[in-house]
């Protein structure tokens, strides 16, 4: 579906519209969302439970809105602070079981570009595994600097906080995910 | 910032975002039943106060009605008239007794009888005062025995009870509301008839719902059913009283509620 026709799908009354076209509503929403979430909250299981939970709130508020033009960014930002508050509000979520890490043992006999490739493989991987051990704090720092390429000043705007306190949470986030990363990394070497 | 440290910065966002977009969304069927099932659920809630919204609007409407009646003011009637006709149309009245002729539509009265969205059975006369209180301190109150259901489905516990008195001081109507997790009501009605009083009746518009005869321990009563799952039950026992039962659940169960009141 074009992105921009579940957009008004979503701004009429989506509870009169049939189901196969609230499912590809939905679909093209989680799509949509899905990676910004997980990065977030490290957790296929929980970035569902944030999906589903945001997807009622846009579907109830969506109607509102002015125009469809910042919509997506709307929607975006609504399930990331759902995540943000989901941390926030409970702690039990802060300390979560780390994925399964997969790593092929024939990497180092494989062909050179092979290999690189297995080895970008390996490094997601373990970078996967340190950003699970970063705080939500720092990940969330990390994810708007880097993944939405925000400057200091709209971090700071956000999440309430000045530029200079953003400055120094970039600096403990980066250098405690490049001690969790190198830790690993090591240790796959070894 | 140094050259080294905005070439280590580059590679770092270059592998985060790596890491983004390395995720394997995962097939969304599972995900989206349940979403339905939520959505469905929002749906009949939202069904349910409009619907909740509109019987209020009517219940307040021929309240006032009796109110101004009463007070021997018929003129402001006049001003409600246009909903009662509007509401009128599609109606089908449903007497638990024989209507006396003289309680039907008389062309020289000031008023019609007051008017539904779909289902509203006839207010008590007179002013009411309307209680919140527990099932105990009802027991004590109202003039009559109350019955409450043995059986219930599974999660629905009694959350409210209100209980209305009439102007002559009597409690003569018993509102209980039993909610389950998901906030699904099932409302128990009870209402004893005054010896003097009119035909006790309900009205409905048959373009809204199917109607049913059926019978609850040997009594004769009807059953409503407008949407699959919203359904209103409703019967007079021998001892005048009549009861009702209203919520979004199977036909049968309904009637087990109904035939489990004790």
């Given amino acids: 579906m074009e992105q921009e026709q579940w957009l008004y799908l979503l701004r009429s009354n989506f509870y009169d519209i049939d ?20 990065f977030l909250t490290r957790s296929h299981e929980l970035t569902e439970d944030v999906v589903q939970e945001t997807f009622y709130k846009v579907v109830a508020k969506a109607p509102q809105l002015r125009d469809t033009k910042h919509m997506k960014a709307w929607i975006v930002k609504v399930a990331r602070n759902h995540a943000y508050d989901m941390f926030k509000k409970n702690k039990k ?80 986030a980066r250098k405690k995910l490049y001690r969790y990363f190198s830790r690993r990394w090591v240790d796959a070497d070894e | ?139 004590g109150k109202v003039s009559f025995p109350i019955v409450s259901p043995t059986y219930i489905p599974a999660s629905y516990e009694l959350e409210n009870v209100r209980i209305f008195q009439d102007s002559d001081g009597e409690y003569r109507t018993v509102f209980m509301e039993y909610v389950n997790r998901e906030g699904h009501l099932i409302q128990l009605n009870q209402h004893m008839i005054r010896e003097n009083s009119s035909p006790e009746k309900i009205t409905i518009n048959h373009a809204m719902a199917v109607i049913k005869d059926t019978f609850i321990n040997d009594c004769k009563a009807v059953l409503i059913i407008q949407e699959p799952d919203f359904i209103h039950l409703e019967w007079v026992t021998p001892d005048h009283m009549k009861r009702s039962i209203f919520g979004t659940l199977a036909e049968e169960e309904m009637i087990l509620i109904a035939e489990s009141l004790k």
């Fill in chain 2, 1 to 139: 910032m140094s050259d080294e440290f905005k070439h280590d910065d580059e590679f770092l966002q270059k592998w985060l975002k790596d890491v983004h977009q390395d995720v394997d969304i995962p097939d969304g069927t599972q995900s989206w039943l349940e979403v339905k099932a939520g959505l469905d659920k929002i749906k009949a809630r939202r069904r349910w106060m409009k619907r909740f919204q509109i019987g209020a609007l009517v219940a307040c409407t021929s309240l006032l009605i009796s109110f101004f009646m009463t007070a021997d003011l018929p003129t402001a009637y006049s001003e409600f008239q246009g909903l009662i006709k509007r509401v009128q149309e599609n109606l089908i009245d449903i007497f638990f007794e024989e209507p006396e002729p003289y309680l039907e539509e008389n062309s020289n009265a000031k008023t019609s009888s007051p008017p539904p969205d779909y289902i509203v059975s006839s207010p008590p006369a007179g002013e009411s005062h309307i209680e919140d209180t527990s099932l105990e301190e009802a027991r």
């Fill in chain 1, 19 to 38: 189901h196969d076209a609230q499912k590809l509503v939905y679909e093209a929403y989680r799509n949509l969302v899905y990676r910004d979430i997980h």
């Fill in chain 1, 93 to 172: 979520y802060r300390h979560l079981r780390e994925p399964q890490v997969v790593i092929d043992l024939r990497a180092p006999f494989l062909h050179p570009t092979v290999a690189e490739q297995v080895e970008d493989q390996i490094r997601n991987e373990l970078l996967h595994e340190a950003l699970n051990e970063l705080s939500p704090e720092y990940r969330q720092a990390l994810f708007m600097y880097y993944i939405e390429e925000k400057p200091y000043s709209e971090i700071s705007q956000e999440l309430g906080k000045t530029e200079q306190a953003v400055a120094q949470t970039m600096v403990r």
